[in-house]
């Protein structure tokens, strides 16, 4: 597709399941990045995707989260064992690589998944 | 640690009125600031990137300006219409631009 696709767009799960999460990146961006947005706030970063270099994760806020991206295409977020705190919209972002620290760097983001832990 | 702040948190003008909205960061030595247009529902959508040599970036009706050395930067809309009506975010990178800080944004509404 022409953008980056996020699906599903709402998921509502019940406190203790498992959830995954797919972002599809714009064909031939090699970054992705994963966000999540509290109502009423901005973005928080989660995790980031260069390429085949090893993830940065420094985002992530605990280790019921994860990330995996297959190559330079899609990639999953799974929350395990969900808490109520975990409702937010997850936004996926992809970019071209930035061609030295601090590069301009256009930022495409999806539509996000709004998750709901009942 | 980055601290951005966006004030007001919400505006709302008549269409056709100029106005500005505010960004603040606590951390000078940033690559580049950008702002973003969040409508309901949806992604975010870049409006202007301004890296830390310039000092302004102008696009059709709107022009964002940085001020590194006092933590700011601004975005002008000029004759604002009901069109504009979303949420704007600014965001601070002291690296990459995917890891920056972003603002809790300023929810803008215009009235016909």
């Avoid at chain 1, 406190?15 to 599809?24: A, F, M, P, Q, T």
């Avoid at chain 1, 994963?34 to 390429?51: D, K, T, V």
């Avoid at chain 1, 969900?82 to 030295?100: G, R, W």
């Avoid at chain 2, 964002?64 to 949420?87: E, M």
Wanted: net charge neutral; glycine share 10%; hydrophobic share 30%.
């Amino acid at each position: 597709g022409a953008g980056v696709s996020q699906s599903p767009s709402n998921k509502v799960t019940e406190k203790g399941k498992d959830v995954e999460l797919r972002c599809d990146p714009i064909s031939g961006h090699t970054a992705l990045y994963w966000y999540r947005q509290r109502l009423g706030q901005g973005l928080e970063f989660l995790i980031y995707f260069q390429g085949n270099s090893a993830p940065d994760k420094s985002g992530l806020p605990s280790d019921r989260f994860s990330a995996e991206r297959t190559g330079e295409s899609v990639s999953t977020l799974t929350i395990q064992r969900t808490q109520q705190e975990d409702s937010a919209v997850y936004l996926c972002a992809s970019s071209l690589v930035a061609l030295y620290q601090g590069a301009p760097e256009k930022l495409f983001f999806g539509s996000g998944t709004q998750l709901s832990v009942l | 640690k980055q601290e951005v702040t966006q004030i007001p948190a919400a505006l709302s003008v008549p269409e056709g009125e100029n106005l500005v909205l505010n960004c603040s960061f606590t951390d000078s030595a940033i690559y580049n600031l950008q702002w973003f247009r969040q409508d309901p529902g949806k992604g975010l959508t870049s409006l202007l990137l301004i890296q830390s040599s310039q000092r302004e970036q102008t696009s059709g009706r709107l022009n964002a300006s940085l001020d590194k050395s006092s933590g700011r930067s601004t975005l002008y809309i000029a004759a604002s219409q009901p069109g504009d009506s979303a949420t704007y975010l600014c965001a601070a990178s002291n690296t990459n631009a995917g890891k920056s800080t972003f603002g809790d944004g300023t929810t803008l509404t215009v009235k016909p």
